[in-house]
């Protein structure tokens, strides 16, 4: 599967951005995908996730709430909708997907083994 992450940008807070992840390659629907950002200098971070069909979207608590995953099979594309940004918000975002989930490695980047090239959102204060 390869992933193609797009829509970064800069943002003031409390303002919105959507990103896309478009896959190829594979029969994604059969694929969970996931959304993970890199603030500069921290480690890689568990956003949110979605499930193969689209049918249930699970977040990291510090983004509950405010961002909304959604997926599009037909079209072979995840969003991430971002809504209430802060400034911690700013980070590198990745999409990444696997055939695999698992409750308890889901929150880790290497349980993933498809990854986007990433997208820099900006929240400035």
């Known amino acids: 599967v390869q992933l193609q992450a797009s829509g970064g940008g800069l943002v003031q807070a409390g303002g919105s951005l959507t990103l896309s992840c478009v896959a190829s390659?594979?029969?994604?629907?059969?694929?969970?995908m996931v959304w993970f950002r890199q603030a500069p200098g921290k480690e890689r971070e568990f956003v949110g996730g979605?499930?193969?069909?689209?049918?249930?979207?699970y977040y990291a608590d510090s983004v509950e709430g405010r961002f909304t995953i959604s997926r599009d099979n037909a079209k072979n594309t995840m969003y991430l909708q971002m809504n209430s940004l802060k400034p911690e918000d700013t980070a590198v975002y990745y999409c990444a997907s696997d055939r695999h989930y698992s409750t308890n490695t889901y929150w880790r980047p290497a349980a993933y083994d498809y990854w986007g090239q990433g997208t820099l959102v900006t929240v400035s204060s």
């Open positions: 979605i499930t193969r069909s689209g049918g249930s979207a």
């Open positions: 390659g594979r029969t994604v629907s059969t694929y969970v």
